[in-house]
């Protein structure tokens, strides 16, 4: 060689190196090492979306399917599809205040009182179901506005507000049930049909599949269109199309699951648009970037202009008025509306599905499909139990461990995201 020349090793593109030489990663091995990257990264950085909730759920499914092979069944499924609605509507409200950093512990005394308002208007008094509904409903709304002036006008901590609530309309609800304590729903009215109706024709669930998958798909990419013209970051086409696909698949099972039992649920039909609606509310209009605004920093909130004693109101507004339609489902679920409605462990499951979910205590961080998936953890412990025979005391200390564990990754979470800079 020259003076200053390079010596170059050449290495045929087929060279195989020496046994027990490390092997460089193919195409697969580099994409599954990006994907493990890019997962503790967001680990790390306290960004942990909805991750674990869904590897819990896959648990428990796991868990209670190798201990008993009906837990998966079709039967089994449909049931908890139906099951997990009442509460969820509940639990979907919780998250609009816990969005602010508040709670509300009236809600389960709210939705029976919605329940035996109801039973009352239609059965005792003969008046017309839908004008009934619509009362008992309003009567959740006005409850949450009522409250929602006493924690944001006169200053009483939500905690207490919603606490002395939960107590009143308990009584209001014992009051107007009279002596008789239990009054039976019809069996063919409008509120029965609520959980007993079910779309049977197969196209009934596969369309939903696809519309859902569809609808995701444009959402997602003119999300991405709008995010690329503003010159802010956004999500690459590919990774939108990896996520319709999966998203896909996953209804289209759950359709498939539907169809070999009795078909689509109107409950979970009802519950899923209210899960999509309240989404675009609090993620595509300028209400929702002001419940996010609020739960981030009061005092921000108010330095900017916005209403904050107006946004408290609307938003235990929206807690009652869902609290109000879930109390209507479960007692379609049970045909009746007793002295019982409303108590037992109902506000604990409600608010433990939302922070169960990923919705943060902290305030600021959640979605309304939180509820979604917080309440299906809930209700598969339970079905899991009672499929089994164990006792419901092992359900509770079971839910009791995972929103434990949510809480605990919560606070990680936030403490991950303030060492970034992110809080």
Not at 14 to 39: C, E, Q, Y
Not at 230 to 249: D, E, K
């Amino acid at each position: 060689m020259g003076a200053g020349a390079v010596s170059r090793t050449w290495t045929p593109r087929n060279h195989k190196p020496a046994d027990g030489a490390p092997r460089p990663p193919g195409p697969f091995g580099h994409r599954v090492r990006g994907a493990a990257a890019s997962l503790g990264r967001r680990f790390r950085s306290g960004e942990l979306g909805s991750t674990p909730v869904v590897l819990g759920l896959l648990i428990v499914w796991i868990i209670f399917e190798a201990l008993n092979s009906n837990f998966l069944s079709p039967r089994n499924l449909s049931n908890l599809s139906v099951d997990i609605v009442g509460t969820g509507l509940i639990s979907i409200g919780i998250v609009f205040v816990l969005l602010l950093g508040e709670i509300d512990l009236s809600v389960g005394s709210v939705s029976g009182l919605a329940a035996a308002a109801f039973a009352v208007l239609n059965v005792n008094r003969g008046m017309a179901e839908g004008l009934a509904v619509l009362l008992a409903v309003l009567a959740g709304t006005a409850i949450g506005a009522v409250q929602g002036f006493f924690f944001a006008k006169v200053g009483v901590p939500s905690f207490v507000v919603t606490l002395a609530g939960l107590l009143g309309w308990n009584g209001l609800m014992l009051y107007i049930l009279g002596t008789s304590g239990t009054i039976n729903l019809s069996d063919k009215g409008l509120v029965a049909m609520l959980t007993g109706h079910y779309f049977t024709h197969v196209a009934a669930a596969y369309g939903l599949a696809a519309l859902g998958t569809a609808g995701y798909f444009l959402a997602s990419y003119h999300d991405t269109r709008r995010r690329q013209a503003a010159g802010v970051p956004y999500r690459p086409l590919r990774g939108i199309v990896w996520r319709t696909a999966l998203l896909g698949a996953v209804t289209l099972v759950v359709a498939w699951v539907l169809n070999q039992f009795e078909g689509l649920p109107l409950a979970l039909l009802i519950f899923l648009a209210f899960l999509v609606g309240l989404d675009c509310v609090l993620r595509r209009t300028r209400y929702g970037r002001m419940i996010f605004a609020l739960g981030g920093s009061v005092e921000a909130a108010r330095r900017t202009g916005l209403n904050v004693d107006l946004v408290r109101i609307s938003v235990f507004m929206i807690s009652g008025t869902m609290a109000a339609i879930g109390g209507l489902f479960l007692a379609s679920r049970v045909s009746s509306a007793s002295q019982t409605s409303g108590s037992g462990n109902l506000l604990m499951d409600a608010i433990a599905a939302a922070v169960i979910g990923g919705t943060s205590m902290f305030g600021g961080r959640g979605r309304t499909w939180s509820a979604l998936l917080g309440v299906l953890v809930i209700q598969s412990i339970a079905s899991g139990v009672a499929l089994m025979g164990i006792q419901t005391a092992v359900q509770f200390m079971i839910t009791g461990g995972v929103l434990l564990v949510a809480v605990v990754i919560d606070s990680l979470s936030r403490r991950a995201q303030k060492s970034h800079g992110r809080v």
